[in-house]
């Protein structure tokens, strides 16, 4: 079925599932019973919790394999079907994963310094630990984003799945669920009526902002560059580039360069963020007025990187989340 299971290195403290997979950062991970299920770099990777290690486990799924499921599915005309493909060698997967959690930044010490930045976080940390910022490749997290203005999770991870199932290549099949890439830029860039294919699946009026952005995105890539180039620039920079694509607003441009720019400072404010800091803290009267003007939105994210530092965007995910369950 796999290749053999490997230590993802990282403890209970510094990576929780369970908190991290259903947020809303990433919208393709699928839970099937202690396993969560999604696609990193075009291989089918499943994770669990090993309580014995206090670590997480995972492997590859090998769709070569006789007890991996393969269907060959038709797909629209402008589309061939593939013939599944082998899985990269198991460095590269180990190198991957560990790079899609950001292995190499260590939460419990940012959690201490949120901690004697901010009192509330502080009370709240003990129970919501292991909440850290995912590495996902930029033009999955940028179409996705994209797809999240004014909808819910569930809503969106069905669009998703519904885009890659009709324009990726199919991969294996895992507990009854199929898994798929996710499509290039190019490819939606060059399928004939692809935003009115978009609409049939669900998108609404994001399908001219995916198809519009997606275009933009294969031409820019056509001419030698890579969205990947962007990495490691100053933030205010990658967020000027992220606004010139269609459909991408300031919240949406915040949560792509924090999540896939590598933009540890940047912090998206939505609802929820809008209505803990209105509760819990005391920005300038004008940062909680009932509207979210973009003076406001520029404002409270501005207060709130002074607020936590650096790594601002990531104590906004602990905040967001606790706010998503502080009625349970």
């Known amino acids: 079925m796999s290749t053999a299971w490997r230590q993802l290195r990282m403890s ?19 839970r099937e019973g202690e396993e969560w299920v999604s696609v990193i770099q075009d ?21 070569r394999s006789p007890e991996t499921t393969i269907k060959h599915e038709s797909k629209p005309a402008q589309i061939p079907p593939s013939p599944p493909k082998s899985p990269p060698p198991a460095y590269e ?3 991957a994963v560990h790079d899609y959690f950001n292995s190499s930044i260590k939460l419990a010490s940012l959690y201490r310094e949120f901690g004697a930045r901010d009192k509330y976080f502080k009370q709240i940390a003990d129970r ?50 199929d898994y798929y890439t996710f499509p290039r830029p190019s490819t939606l860039a ?16 994001r399908a001219d902002y995916v198809y519009k952005t997606a275009k933009a995105v294969a031409d820019w890539e056509a001419q030698g560059n890579q969205l990947s180039d962007m990495r490691g620039k100053p933030y205010d920079d990658v ?49 909680v007025s009932k509207t979210m003007s973009k003076v406001v939105y520029d404002e409270l994210s501005l207060y709130l990187r002074d607020l936590w530092g650096p790594y601002a965007g990531w104590a906004q995910a602990v905040i967001f ?7 349970k």
């Open 239 to 287: 967020r000027e580039f992220l606004l010139q694509f269609t459909g991408v607003g300031p919240k949406v441009a915040d949560c792509v360069a924090l999540m896939s720019f590598d933009c540890h400072e940047s912090v998206p404010i939505d609802t929820h963020v809008f209505n803990i800091v209105k509760r819990r803290y005391s920005p300038k009267t004008k940062m």
């Open 128 to 177: 919501f630990v292991g909440i850290r910022m995912l590495r996902q490749d930029p033009w999955e997290c940028l179409c996705s984003f994209i797809c999240s203005s004014n909808n819910s999770i569930k809503r969106i991870t069905q669009m998703i799945d519904n885009l890659c199932a009709t324009y990726g290549t199919y991969i294996a099949t895992y507990k009854d669920i």
């Open 43 to 63: 291989a089918v990777i499943i994770l669990r919790n090993d309580p014995s290690t206090d670590n997480i486990t995972y492997c590859t799924l090998d769709p």
């Open 93 to 95: 997967i180990d190198s």
């Open 321 to 327: 989340i606790s706010e998503l369950n502080r009625d």
């Open 12 to 30: 209970g403290k510094e990576v929780s599932l369970d908190w991290i997979l259903p947020s809303g950062q990433s919208f393709r991970w699928k």
């Open 190 to 205: 060059s399928s004939p009526n692809c935003a009115a294919k978009l609409r049939e699946l669900g998108f609404g009026y």
